[in-house]
Structure formats: C-alpha cells, structure tokens
C-alpha cells in the first residue's frame, strides 16, 4: 500500500493526467488519512474553480474514496499523531506521517517535499516521488 497525501488527490480530482492514470489503474494498492479527505473538502473553495455544488463535490469525492483511495480512519493513526508532528513543520501533514508509522506501507506519495523530508524520516517512512510509484507499479498496457 502507499499513502497518499492531500496534494496527490487534489491532482487527481483536478487533472486528468499522470496522477489519476496511476490511482485509476491501481485501484487497491492507495490510502489515505481521512484527515486529507477532510483537508480537501475544508479548502474547496479554493481549488473548485469549475464552482461545483457542494452536492456534486461530495459525491466525486465518496466516488473516490470507495473505488480508487482506501480512506483510513484517525483511529488507526491516533496514537502516532504526536510522534509525527515532530517531524514536520506542517500540522496538516501530520497525519499522512502517522498514518505512514502506523501500517505497513512503502511510502508516502507525496508532491510537497518541503514538508516531508527523507533525511528526517530516515529508513523509517520512504518518500515516493511519481516516477517511484510508477516503478513500483508499472503503466498497464493502454
């Protein structure tokens, strides 16, 4: 499984490219804290520039997390949350980190390497980048 970041799915809601090709085409292999699901819905103003109703959002996003990204509940991270703020600058990536201490994973997809630094996790949370997850999980024939 690889953990996906907030930044990851709002690339695959908004873009129809190289994010949702890889998520669509690997339907079981992503989770996600609830957390980022939360996040996104929380800022929609902000990246629903097409001015969908909040009703059409909703059900994009439950259509998401029921066929392409497994969310997964704070219960499941809970524990791992002050750990995890440690290490990031960001509250909001927190639970991605914990959630990522939490299970067993390969890593956290993330586009915002600022906040997710490989040095600072060392061997214990692996950073994916793009051309990672599709090394990991190759294109399907088209």
Not at 4 to 19: E, H, K, R, Y
Not at 122 to 136: A, D, H, N
């Amino acid at each position: 499984m690889i953990i996906v970041d907030t930044n990851v799915l709002l690339s695959f809601l908004l873009t129809d490219g190289i994010t949702r090709r890889i998520i669509k085409e690997n339907p079981d292999v992503f989770m996600s804290p609830e957390h980022c699901f939360e996040e996104l819905w929380e800022h929609r103003e902000r990246w629903n520039r097409n001015k969908l109703k909040d009703s059409e959002l909703l059900e994009i996003m439950e259509d998401i997390k029921g066929l392409f990204v497994m969310p997964v509940s704070h219960e499941v991270y809970n524990s791992y949350i002050s750990e995890a703020a440690e290490l990031t600058d960001d509250k909001d990536d927190a639970p991605v980190i914990a959630l990522a201490l939490a299970v067993d994973n390969e890593g956290i997809w993330t586009y915002n390497v600022k906040h997710f630094k490989q040095e600072i996790f060392g061997e214990r949370i692996r950073v994916l980048s793009t051309g990672e997850v599709i090394e990991l999980y190759p294109f399907k024939d088209s």
